[in-house]
Nanobody
Framework: QVQLVESGGGLVQPGGSLRLSCAAS????????MGWYRQAPGQSREFVAR???????NYADSVKGRFTISRDNAKNTVYLQMNSLKPEDTAVYYC???????????WGQGTQVTVTS
């Protein structure tokens, strides 16, 4: 079992930056692929970024070049650095953990990001 707690959301102007953090506990963090998803009002949850146990990364086309996912296994934390934010990035951002060697899927409670002038 993995518990995930996101932080770092908030209100920012277009063009601004935010860094989201997701602290994990309850299991071996380094053996989990970690990801970020987001859900805007009235829309389904969508993939944003993923970092595998080995460090390889994937991004949604909509955030490539603007967002960077990283992980610190010593701190059991995954980050999402978001630059050049746009109003369409407004959503609740969720942290996700998938164990490398078994079928499971864990979610945090989400953190709100609002991009508005």
């Amino acid at each position: 079992q993995v518990q995930l707690v996101e932080s770092g959301g908030g209100l920012v102007q277009p063009g601004g930056s935010l860094r989201l953090s997701c602290a994990a506990s309850g299991s071996t963090f380094s053996s989990h692929h970690m990801g970020w998803y987001r859900q805007a009002p009235g829309q389904s949850r969508e993939f944003v970024a993923r970092i595998a146990t080995g460090g390889s990364t994937n991004y949604a086309d909509s955030v490539k070049g603007r967002f960077t996912i990283s992980r610190d296994n010593a701190k059991n934390t995954v980050y999402l650095q978001m630059n050049s934010l746009k109003p369409e990035d407004t959503a609740v951002y969720y942290c996700n953990a998938v164990p490398q060697l078994r079928k499971a899927n864990y979610w945090g409670q989400g953190t709100q990001v609002t991009v508005t002038s």
